[in-house]
C-alpha cells in the first residue's frame, strides 16, 4: 500500500516548457487535489477533483490544468513554466469530498525549479 | 476564516510528553480543528482532529477548551522521529461544497532532543 505517488521527485525546466506532474493513489478516495508549498507562504490548493470526471479551481490555477485521468490518477500540466512557477508541488486525496471532514493523505512532492 | 496562533518552536526531551499549544479565538460553532504535521522534505501527515471534545488515536490526542478557543495537541512519548513541524488548522469550505482547503499557517517547529 504506497499511498500516493508523485513523479518525478524533482524536476528543472527553462522558461517557456512544458511539463506533465503525475500523482497516483491506491487508497480508492474520491477525492484529489494539487497544492503548491512556497516559504513563508504555507499550501496553496491549485486544482482539485471532488470525484472522477469532475475538476474545479482552486486558489492559484492560472499556469495550470488538470486531468483526472480515472479514480486513482489526477495530473497536474504546467503548459508554458514561469519562474514563479518554481515551488513544492504536492498531491493529496481524501475519501470523501463535498460536505466531508475525511483527512487528506498527501505525497511526498515534486520539486520544480524554472530557469 | 479562522485564524490560528501557534509558538514558532518548541524543545522536548524524548520520552517525555510533548504539548503543542494552539489559538483560534475567531472559530466559528462548525469548524473543525485538525493538526496536520510535516516532516523534512515529505508531505504532510494528518495526524488527528476534533470539534469539541476530546479525541485520542494511535498516535496523539486533542484537547480542545470548552468554549473552543484554544486547543493542545499531545504526543505522549515523543521519540526523536516526532521532530517535524506541526500545523494547528482550522477546516474551511470552499465555495459551496467542503473541498480541502488547508489553511496551514507557520505551525510549530518540534524538536525532539535525545
Known amino acids: 500500500n504506497a499511498g500516493v505517488t508523485q513523479t518525478p521527485k524533482f524536476q528543472v525546466l527553462k522558461t517557456g516548457q512544458s511539463m506533465t506532474l503525475q500523482c497516483a493513489q491506491d487508497?480508492?478516495?474520491?477525492?484529489m487535489y494539487w497544492y503548491r508549498q512556497d516559504p513563508g507562504m504555507g499550501l496553496r490548493l491549485i486544482y482539485y477533483?471532488?470525484?472522477?470526471?469532475?475538476?474545479d479551481k482552486g486558489e492559484v490555477p492560472n499556469g495550470y490544468n488538470v486531468s483526472r485521468l480515472n479514480k486513482r490518477e489526477f495530473s497536474l500540466r504546467l503548459e508554458s513554466a514561469a519562474p514563479s512557477q518554481t515551488s513544492v508541488y504536492f498531491c493529496?486525496?481524501?475519501?470523501?469530498?463535498?460536505?466531508?471532514?475525511?483527512?487528506?493523505?498527501f505525497g511526498n512532492g515534486t520539486r520544480l525549479t524554472v530557469t | 476564516d479562522a485564524k490560528t496562533t501557534q509558538p514558532p518552536s518548541m524543545d522536548c526531551a524524548e520520552g517525555r510528553a510533548a504539548n503543542l499549544p494552539c489559538n483560534h479565538s475567531t472559530i466559528s460553532g462548525n469548524e473543525y480543528v485538525y493538526w496536520y504535521r510535516q516532516i523534512h522534505s515529505q508531505g504532510p501527515q494528518y495526524i488527528i482532529h476534533?470539534?469539541?471534545n476530546n479525541e485520542t488515536n494511535e498516535m496523539a490526542s486533542l484537547i480542545i477548551t470548552e468554549d473552543r478557543k484554544s486547543s493542545t495537541l499531545i504526543l505522549p512519548h515523543a521519540t526523536l522521529r516526532d521532530t517535524a513541524v506541526y500545523y494547528c488548522i482550522v477546516r474551511v469550505v470552499w465555495g459551496s461544497s467542503n473541498t480541502g482547503k488547508l489553511i496551514f499557517g507557520q505551525g510549530t517547529t518540534l524538536q525532539v532532543k535525545p
Open positions: 493529496a486525496s481524501s475519501e470523501a469530498g463535498a460536505g466531508a471532514h475525511s483527512p487528506l493523505h
Open positions: 477533483s471532488a470525484s472522477e470526471g469532475t475538476t
Open positions: 487508497m480508492n478516495h474520491n477525492s
Open positions: 476534533g470539534l469539541k
